[in-house]
């Protein structure tokens, strides 16, 4: 598991966790519950790594929401601080975009 993945999940149990303004939009949007998000995230599994995000460290993750669907949860670390974890965005993979597992983007 990486670092990162490791930290926002320790983050998420001692509930140091914010929502982005777009991380709420973007959930609204497909019909996805911040609850779900939050209490599966400890079966989120690393699809892509952003250690240079300009707001600072993010990973992309794949993670089921209750309906056992596939989710992708952006989340990450404010740039220069350790903690919350933040909920950047949160969306339903486009199949057309993602190869089957939803862990690979299609070239």
């Not at 926002?8 to 959930?27: C, F, N």
């Not at 240079?52 to 929401?65: E, S």
Request: hydrophobic share 40%.
């Amino acid at each position: 598991m990486s670092l990162i993945l490791k930290h926002i999940k320790k983050l998420v149990r001692e509930g140091l966790v914010r929502i982005s303004e777009h991380g709420y939009d973007e959930l609204a949007a497909d019909n996805i519950f911040v609850r779900e998000v939050i209490e599966n995230v400890n079966n989120a599994v690393v699809v892509e790594d952003y250690p240079d995000y300009p707001k600072g460290h993010c990973v992309l993750v794949i993670q089921k929401d209750s309906d056992n669907q596939p989710v992708h949860v952006l989340w990450g670390i404010p740039k220069g601080h350790s903690n919350p974890a933040v909920l950047v965005t949160a969306y339903r993979p486009n199949p057309d975009l993602w190869e089957v597992g939803f862990t690979r983007r299609r070239r």
